[in-house]
Structure formats: C-alpha cells, structure tokens
C-alpha cells in the first residue's frame, strides 16, 4: 500500500497530548479533521485525528490515543502519513501531487512530446508544474486552463499549449 506524507511532529502544546506539527501536505484542512486516519511511518502507529486547527504556520493536532503530554512526546520528530485508500477523491481539475509528477507533458496541437513533469509548487493561487524536457532547460507551467488543455491520468498525459516566452529556448 501506498502512503504519502501529511506532517512533521515537532513538539507538545499544552498538556493534553495536543502536537504542534508542520504541514507538508496541500490539504490541511481534510488532514486534521476529526475522524481522519493517520499513521506514524517509522512505527507504523494507527491515530485517529481528535481535532486540529491551524496555529502560526504549524497546525496543532490532538489524536484520540494521545491522552497526556508523555504520550505525546514520544512522537516529537516523526512524519504522519496517510495511505492511499484514506486519501479523499478530489474535486474534478484538482490533484494530489503524486498524480502529476512524472507525467509526459505533450503539445496539444501536434502531439509532440514536450517533457515530462518533474515537480510541483504552489506559490500562490494556482499551482506550478515544472516541466523537464529531454534537451534545454526545465521551465514552470502555470496550472491553468489557458496552458493546461487536457490531463489523463490513465494514459499518464498532460496535453498543454504553450505561449512564447514561457520556455527558455536558447
């Protein structure tokens, strides 16, 4: 089974066995709702998500199996993870960033392969797809129907049109 990286434990809040964990997924909102499924991945301990809330930059979190602060510190400096089947299906247009990386990038009019996509990020608004072609430099694609014409995550493609400008091609 597959499992993906939801947060970092860093430290307690409190006494109560609440954790002050960073986020390292897109959807900390769906993670830290009560009822949520997680896992420690390097002891592979099941915990199930009291509460969360966000908290500065961090979320604080409480599981239903952390009763005190002793319990809790035993947890400082692992990763939580969630597996593939407790992932959330995804609005249409949205995905979870193990659905894009690696997909071939392909040019929408003539069906030539551009690249493939090499990383994700989310800087603001909408996400950025980097896109690593066989010869030249990577170059980010914005992720917006403009540039973005058709994903199929069956055929692993992403048929794209590109403007001028948007590729180093020197």
Known sequence: M?????A???????????VK???ITDFPEERFSAGTK??????????????????KQFWLVTFAEIADINEAEKLFGKTLVISEENQPELPEGQYYYHQILGLTVLDNLT???????TDVESPGANDIWQVTPQKGKPFWLPYVPAFVKDVNLDKGE???ELMEGLRDED
């Open 111 to 117: 069906g030539e392969k551009i690249g493939q996509i």
């Open 2 to 6: 597959q499992y993906y990286d939801v």
């Open 21 to 23: 964990v960073k986020v």
């Open 8 to 18: 970092q434990i860093l430290t307690s809040h409190g006494l109560k066995g609440e």
């Open 158 to 160: 992403v048929r794209v």
């Open 38 to 55: 997680l896992e420690i991945k390097e002891t592979k301990q099941q915990l199930t998500v009291k509460s969360g809330r966000p908290f």
